[in-house]
Antibody, heavy 118, light 109 residues
Framework: QITLKESGPTLVKPTQTLTLTCTFS??????????VAWIRQPPGKALEWLVFIDWEDDKRYSPSLRSRLTITKDTSRNHVVLTMTNMDPVDTATYYC??????????WGQGILVTVSS | EIVLTQSPGTLSLSPGERATLSCRASQRVSSNYLAWYQQKPGQAPRLLISDASSRATGIPERFSGSGAGTDFTLTISRLEPEDFAVYYC??????????FGQGTRLDIK
C-alpha cells in the first residue's frame, strides 16, 4: 500500500522559511521512473506544481519559484523535504506531496494547510 | 511554459447524463503526456487518466480520455452522483515543466 503524508508547521510568519517533510511508504525512490513532487493549492484556487526530485536525484523546479525552493531526499528514511524561503501571505495554501510515476501523479498525500500571517 | 485552458469553467448536468470536459494547450503537449484528475472538497486530487487516454488503476470505465497535440477531452459517459467534483488536466513538458489547468467544476443540475 502506497501512502504519503506531509508534516510541518501550519502557521508561518511573513519572511520566514517554510520546511515541509513528506514521509512515504510502499515504494522506493530508488525505483526507475519514480519521483516525489510538491504541489500546492491556495484556498479555492487551482493546483500549482512547485518541484520534484527523482530516483536519480535530478531536481526540477517551477521557474517562477525556483529561487525560493530547495528539495532534498533521504532515500533510507523515505523522506523528501521542501524548503521555501521568504514566505508571503500569497503563499497560503494546502501543500501536497505526490508520487511522480512517469509523467503524472498517481498517489497523493492528504495535504497540509499552511497559513502565512503575522 | 505551456498554458492549459479548461472549458467550461462550470458544467451543470444531471446524473445519467454525459459530461464532456475540454483541455486546450497553448503548445503541443509532448508525447501526449496529459493527465486528468478529480478533486472533491477537502480531498487530495485523484488520478483518473494518464497519457491522454489510459485509465488509472481502479477508475471506472465510464471515464475516458481522448485527444492529441493541443486538444484533449475527458468524457464521463453516464454521470453517477459521486462524479460531481472539480476536474483538472495536467501536462508534463520538456525542461521539464509541469502545469495544471484552472479546473472545471461539475455541478449537479
Amino acid at each position: 500500500q502506497i501512502t504519503l503524508k506531509e508534516s510541518g508547521p501550519t502557521l508561518v510568519k511573513p519572511t520566514q522559511t517554510l520546511t515541509l517533510t513528506c514521509t512515504f511508504s510502499g515504494f522506493s525512490l530508488r525505483s526507475s521512473g519514480v519521483g516525489v513532487a510538491w504541489i500546492r493549492q491556495p484556498p479555492g484556487k487551482a493546483l500549482e506544481w512547485l518541484v520534484f526530485i527523482d530516483w536519480e536525484d535530478d531536481k526540477r523546479y517551477s521557474p517562477s519559484l525556483r529561487s525560493r525552493l530547495t528539495i532534498t531526499k533521504d532515500t533510507s528514511r523515505n523522506h523528501v523535504v521542501l524548503t521555501m524561503t521568504n514566505m508571503d501571505p500569497v503563499d497560503t495554501a494546502t501543500y501536497y506531496c505526490a508520487r511522480l510515476n512517469g509523467y503524472d501523479f498517481d498517489y497523493w498525500g492528504q495535504g497540509i494547510l499552511v497559513t502565512v500571517s503575522s | 511554459e505551456i498554458v492549459l485552458t479548461q472549458s467550461p469553467g462550470t458544467l451543470s448536468l444531471s446524473p445519467g447524463e454525459r459530461a464532456t470536459l475540454s483541455c486546450r494547450a497553448s503548445q503541443r503537449v509532448s508525447s501526449n503526456y496529459l493527465a486528468w484528475y478529480q478533486q472533491k472538497p477537502g480531498q487530495a486530487p485523484r488520478l483518473l487518466i494518464s497519457d491522454a487516454s489510459s485509465r488509472a488503476t481502479g477508475i471506472p470505465e465510464r471515464f475516458s480520455g481522448s485527444g492529441a497535440g493541443t486538444d484533449f477531452t475527458l468524457t464521463i459517459s453516464r454521470l453517477e452522483p459521486e462524479d460531481f467534483a472539480v476536474y483538472y488536466c495536467q501536462q508534463f513538458g520538456s525542461s521539464p515543466q509541469i502545469t495544471f489547468g484552472q479546473g472545471t467544476r461539475l455541478d449537479i443540475k
